[in-house]
């Protein structure tokens, strides 16, 4: 029984259409729902008694499954492409993730071709296991503070890693605890006494043979973190060396050599590729973003649809609480936000592989504005995805505080992304002095790219809003129009607040809060503006495209109400103007309701993969939650185990001992 039918029945769009623009193609479609079902009808991948498992089982499990995919990456000759959405619904982290979405691109960004001939053959057919040892347990944010060093001994052709103080025990690093082999070390470099900045050293950490550490290597997990299964998977990892010796060739030295003499060489290419890796990752966590919110937000939304409170007249039924303008007003953006989420993730990838082509031909332009983009979206849409999935927590009442709605461990899993690839509040430092380098170079550099409206700074600080009526809203260009002045006016004061300092770094230190306003309005220009052009490109399918241009609208009006206070105080828009915006939003909020549950089946997400009684596809909500209750393990019997030993006790003393 589809107890959601009726929801289905109402919407004006073709979902199966709607699923290849979310997946982006028809082919991307086919593969990932190809994988979404291999993982869903496979036993090995079963997630549900997950939370409940000790932590030595808990990661053995993650072992057992680990190696079940790569057996089915193996026999059934999986693309690259598929063995990332077989990760993806598998949703477990582990040790491969940062074998494959760190240690290997790190080699491939860092190293040499001698290097890479050597060691990508090893890692890409997982017969080394490596991860990325960058932080420490005194620094992580400030990489240059790092304090792990490796010295060269030019009598032995060698480095000598160490680790001086307990604050440089690197600290972290998933994948190292209990099972990598081998690490990408970022430390120190020291030659001839004199300090050359940090790079990474592919380095052994353990026994090829029996896995055990090798001489001089310290190593093991840094324990258990936050929330029932969720990250435990992962045996992040504490390390430190004594004097451990590697080859010079194990020094990454794309970027800087060091010759046998003890001679620096530098190479052509900037020393910021050695920040690399991160570019890269952050691309695919803006990507994961839209993942993990269009889950909750699929949760959240069957729910409200299923949930009734209130409102009966007559015996009849009680009110949906999705029809309920205040659900609305909370869930609404969340979904329009997965949505774009997915668009602006999808021209970063984009971005990203056109600089990663760039690179690989020593073309080094655009890996600034790169390291804004990547930097500023993962931010932003981490931040994002963690505020919304407690949200969606709340939205599905006290039932989503059972572990068994999926969002509690897909939070706990999902809030290290705020932290972890820079935390959220520095990257967004590094975007705001990408744009005050920006705005201090306009009389004689024309701004590209994202920064482009910059060159039309004058007139955007001059130019007021048109909108006269909540229609005049429903205009892409009065909307983009509207968040370019807002960004450009910001930036244009902040720069201006700036100059006034004699000292630079002391005026970026004390503006910093509004340095970081500058960067989050920014970045959603970007996000706004990705997803206007998206729907200039050809989309098929009855009413898709509509329907993707009322969330669109959503998303933007919905960031004008909560930032209006920008909005008005750059003296862009009247309150006459912000309190139009917010008439449509309500509006466009009555247009999405009937279309709700299409736009979240339109994940094509299987109820494997969600995780959650909430959001199951048939709606079939208080049997599944009355049924899996039964099935805790405290459950098993009608007297539980201590009961004899420490309650009886106090039911049978007599009652005059107390004094209560
Ligand atoms: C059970 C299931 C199993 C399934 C099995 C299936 C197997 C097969 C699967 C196959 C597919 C797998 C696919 C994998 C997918 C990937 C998954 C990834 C998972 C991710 C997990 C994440 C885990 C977390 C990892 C980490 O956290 S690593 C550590 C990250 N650390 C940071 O981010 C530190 C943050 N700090 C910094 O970035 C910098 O130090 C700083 C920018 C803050 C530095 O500031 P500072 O001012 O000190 O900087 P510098 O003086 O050094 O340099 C300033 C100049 O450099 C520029 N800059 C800075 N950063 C960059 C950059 N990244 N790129 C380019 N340029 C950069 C600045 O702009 C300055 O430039 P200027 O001088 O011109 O102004
Ligand atoms: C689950 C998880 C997995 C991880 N995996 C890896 C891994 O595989 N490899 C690896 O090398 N590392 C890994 N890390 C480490 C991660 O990259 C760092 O924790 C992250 O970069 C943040 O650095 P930090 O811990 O030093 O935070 P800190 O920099 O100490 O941040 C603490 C606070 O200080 C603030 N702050 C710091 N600097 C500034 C500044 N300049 N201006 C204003 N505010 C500032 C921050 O905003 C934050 O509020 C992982 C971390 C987590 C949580």
New binding site residues.
């Given amino acids: 029984m589809d107890y959601l039918s009726d929801e289905r029945k109402k919407s004006d769009f073709d979902v199966e259409a709607m699923k290849v623009a979310w997946a982006g193609s028809i082919q991307e479609f086919q593969l990932s729902d190809r994988m979404a079902k291999l993982v869903a009808n496979d036993p090995v991948f079963e997630k549900f008694t997950r939370p409940m498992l000790g932590r030595k089982e808990l990661l053995k499990n993650t072992l057992r499954k680990s190696a079940h995919a790569w057996k089915l990456i193996i026999d059934l000759r999986l693309s690259e492409e598929e063995a990332k959405w077989l990760r993806l619904y598998v949703d477990e982290?582990a040790y491969t993730d940062?074998h494959w979405g760190?240690f290997i691109p790190a080699i491939e960004g860092q190293g040499t071709e001698e290097q890479k001939k050597k060691w990508l053959p090893l890692a890409k057919k997982m017969q080394i296991i490596g991860?990325?040892?960058?932080?420490e347990l005194g620094?992580?944010?400030?990489v240059q503070g790092l304090e792990t060093t490796a010295t060269f001994d030019t009598r032995t052709d060698e480095f000598i890693m160490h680790s001086p103080t307990l604050t440089s025990s690197?600290?972290?690093?998933?994948?190292?605890g209990k099972l990598s082999t081998h690490a990408v070390v970022?430390a120190r470099l020291i030659v001839g006494g004199q300090f050359h900045g940090v790079h990474g050293f592919i380095v052994q950490l353990r026994s090829l043979e029996d896995h055990s550490p090798l001489p001089g290597i310290t190593v093991g997990d840094i324990g258990l973190?936050f929330g029932n299964g969720a990250?435990n998977t992962?045996d992040?990892g504490v390390l430190r060396f004594d004097h451990v010796r590697i080859p010079r060739n194990q020094m990454l030295m794309r970027v800087s050599q060091v010759t046998k003499e003890g001679k620096i060489m530098q190479s052509d290419v900037p020393r910021q590729l050695i920040y690399g890796t991160m570019v890269y990752v952050r691309q695919t966590i803006v990507a994961d973003a839209s993942k993990a919110l269009s889950r909750a937000v699929c949760i959240a939304t069957r729910y409200s649809a299923v949930r009734r409170q209130f409102g009966s007249r007559d015996g009849g039924p009680e009110t949906q609480v999705i029809d309920y303008k205040t659900q609305q007003s909370r869930l609404f953006p969340l979904l329009a936000s997965a949505y774009a989420f997915r668009f602006v993730s999808e021209w970063l990838k984009s971005l990203y592989l056109d600089v990663k082509q760039r690179l690989e031909a020593n073309e080094f332009s655009t890996l600034p504005e790169a390291h804004a983009c990547t930097a500023g979206l993962k931010s932003l849409t981490t931040t994002a995805t963690a505020d919304g999935i407690e949200e969606c927590r709340k939205l599905c009442g006290g039932h989503g505080y059972l572990v068994s709605s999926g969002l509690p461990e897909l939070f706990a899993v999902y809030i290290?992304a705020c932290?972890?690839?820079?935390?959220?509040?520095?990257l967004m430092?590094q975007v705001a002095r990408f744009l005050v380098k920006t705005v201090s170079e306009l009389g004689h550099k024309k701004p590209v790219g994202t920064t482009a409206y910059m060159g039309r700074v004058a007139s955007l600080m001059q130019k007021n809003s048109a909108v006269q009526t909540a229609e005049g809203w429903l205009n892409p260009g009065a909307v983009v129009e509207a968040f370019e002045s807002r960004a450009a006016r910001m930036a244009v004061r902040c720069a201006q607040e700036l100059a006034k300092f004699g000292n630079p770094e002391e005026g970026f230190?004390e503006l910093?809060v509004d340095l970081v306003e500058v960067a989050v309005s920014h970045c959603q220009l970007i996000v706004v503006t990705k997803f206007f052009e998206k729907l200039q490109q050809d989309i098929p399918g009855k009413g898709v495209k509509e329907s993707l241009e009322v969330l669109c609208y959503v998303y933007a009006l919905f960031l004008l109400h909560k930032h209006q206070g920008d909005f008005l105080a750059t003296g862009y828009l009247t309150p006459k103007q912000a309190s139009l915006a917010n008439a449509q939003l309500r509006t466009l909020y009555s247009k999405v309701r009937p279309n709700a549950i299409a736009l979240v089946d339109s994940f094509s997400y299987t109820d494997h993969y969600l995780g959650s009684i909430l959001g199951r596809y048939d709606g079939n909500v208080y049997p599944k939650l009355y049924e899996a209750a039964w099935e805790d393990p405290l459950n098993d019997s009608d007297v539980i185990d201590g009961f004899h030993q420490y309650v009886q006790p106090i039911l049978k003393q007599r009652l005059h001992s107390a004094k209560l």
Avoid: R
């Fill in positions: 982290p940062l760190m991860c990325y040892a960058q932080t620094h992580g944010s400030n690197k600290w972290w690093p998933g994948g190292l970022y973190k990250y992962m992040n290290p932290t972890y690839e820079g935390d959220n509040v520095v430092l230190a910093a």
